[in-house]
């Protein structure tokens, strides 16, 4: 189980010493991933020309450009709301950049004007290994990410 409380001081501790979003990316997505047990993946996709291209992240090589709507990461972008996978490969779509992964969470990431500008992405080797804690507390992280961050 983690600890979301300190997950959420932590994230607010590196981006008061860190605005710039490519260093505060960097890592956070270290912070998740040495903090949550059972990932293989943890990072960010960002929009770039209309489209989601990886960012920085902690884990095997990724897919690098994801287009709005394709997989769980463009479905979350699209619909503009945490997507929870409990079984990846029920997911219509799934893109397997790591075929070890059995579970993913995915939480989109806004500008301050209220556009998606990305997505969190986690994944893990573990079926249903996202509760509904997990969101809740990774929705908060990202929602500090939002206020204090430019993209």
Request: proline share 5%; charged share 25%; net charge negative.
């Amino acid at each position: 189980m983690a600890d979301y409380q300190l997950i959420v001081r932590q994230v607010r501790e590196l981006l008061e010493s860190e605005a710039w979003y490519v260093a505060a990316l960097s890592n956070i997505s270290a912070l998740i991933m040495d903090s949550l047990p059972d990932l293989n993946w943890a990072g960010f996709y960002l929009m770039r020309g209309g489209e989601l291209v990886v960012g920085p992240f902690q884990g095997k090589p990724a897919c690098i450009h994801i287009r709005p709507g394709r997989g769980v990461c463009g479905t979350a972008a699209v619909k503009n709301e945490a997507v929870v996978v409990p079984d990846v490969h029920e997911f219509p779509g799934h893109i397997a950049c790591d075929e070890a992964s059995r579970s993913e969470i995915v939480i989109p990431l806004h500008d301050r004007s209220g556009s998606v500008r990305g997505v969190l992405d986690i994944d893990s080797p573990v079926k249903n290994r996202f509760s509904e804690e997990d969101r809740e507390g990774l929705c908060e992280v990202v929602r500090i990410m939002e206020e204090r961050l430019e993209f």
